[in-house]
């Protein structure tokens, strides 16, 4: 056994050190509005519900330790004290990964990942259309714990309205774990799913992803392709160029005009099940 005291090591071998410890750890996928409209989508994994009467949520986001910066989120509910926590499904964790992408100030996530702004009934932020579970809160107070890169900022929200779809109830009404199908974050890339055990989600690009909103409708809209495989669509830097294209078909032994978007699709669902998404890219731009 190794012994660590946080003054001898980085900040940031200590949060990698924390995180890979205290797992798993609940998403808040945090939306949240600017005094000036803009809506912000971002998940933290420093999250949990703390009360019931009232129920009481907090979530944390943390100074970067890179440059001591703040999220966008704190930044907002400084501005307007409300958030909606949306409750990440497996169905959804690619595109939530794509949505903490840091995109600059002012860009909607919520287009950028693909997911659907649905208006709250008592707080100004949207929900998000696709989480099973959205709660509607109101900022009770804000506790900053440091000012340092790393340090954490207490969230403290009184939860105001719960939305909870349907499908993910059992026959008594309540919450069925495995329906629910919710992911938890672990260390580094990992990830752990109620249902199956762990898997890994890569980080975004630190350069920023061309977004789902960039995808032609013709694949967005495809009936094959999931909001996890449009999550890592949208999660590259650039699309490949034709000549790209045209090399990679020919190596394939195909012409570009062998395939009908149907099968363009189920092919690129394919790759990007092995993890080749610029592959997945090159057979949907096929001509």
Known sequence: M???SPEEVSTAQLHGYLLGAIAPRP???ASTISKDGAVNLSPFSFFNVFSANPPVVIFSPARRVRDNTIKHTLENVKEVPEVVIN????AMVQQMSLSSTEYSKGVNEFEKAGFTAVKSET???PRVGEAPVQLECKVLNIVALGDQGGAG???IAQVY?????KEILDANGKIDPIKIDAVARMGGNWYSRSR???????????SLGIGVDAIPNSIKNSRLLSGNDLGQLGNVEMLPTQ?????FMKVQGESDSHFTDEQKHLLAKNFILEGDVMSAWKILLSN
Do not use: D, Q, W
């Open 243 to 247: 000549e790209e294209v045209k090399e």
């Open 27 to 29: 998403i808040a996928f």
């Open 87 to 90: 409750i990440v499904n497996y």
């Open 161 to 165: 309205k719960l939305h909870i779809k």
């Open 123 to 125: 707080v100004t932020p």
């Open 2 to 4: 190794i012994s660590i």
């Open 196 to 206: 199956e055990g762990i898997f890994e989600v890569p980080k975004p690009l630190r």
């Open 153 to 155: 900022n207490l969230i």
